[in-house]
Nanobody
Framework: QVQLVESGGGLVQTGDSLRLSCAASDRTFSTYVMGWFRRPPGKGREYVAVVNRDGSATYYSESVEGRFTISRDNTKNTVYLQMNSLKPEDTAVYLC???????????????WGRGTQVTVSA
């Protein structure tokens, strides 16, 4: 079973940047598609971005396209989310997930981290 641990969240101001990391415990990391999702206060889980197994293809939600970048380093068993030009509406718990296929549907992912809080003040 893959264990995922997110880090890098924090409190920032509008326009600032943050880089989130998600470290996987399993050597089979490179066999998984990796996704980032978020859970804003009082709302359900939202798709943010996904990267395929070798990092050659990335996909984004419309709300973060052009501001966020997902990447992975299979030698370090880690996936990243570079977040630029942050807005208050980006405030959420950010979770990484591992699954068998590229999908924006959180139900397609089998393993989840506990999340890291990102708060963007106005």
């Amino acid at each position: 079973q893959v264990q995922l641990v997110e880090s890098g969240g924090g409190l920032v101001q509008t326009g600032d940047s943050l880089r989130l990391s998600c470290a996987a415990s399993d050597r089979t990391f490179s066999t998984y598609v990796m996704g980032w999702f978020r859970r804003p206060p009082g709302k359900g889980r939202e798709y943010v971005a996904v990267v395929n197994r070798d990092g050659s293809a990335t996909y984004y939600s419309e709300s973060v396209e052009g501001r966020f970048t997902i990447s992975r380093d299979n030698t370090k068993n880690t996936v990243y989310l570079q977040m630029n030009s942050l807005k208050p509406e980006d405030t959420a718990v950010y979770l990484c997930a591992a699954g068998p296929e590229v999908s924006a549907n959180y139900l397609s992912y089998d393993y989840w981290g506990r999340g890291t809080q990102v708060t963007v003040s106005a």
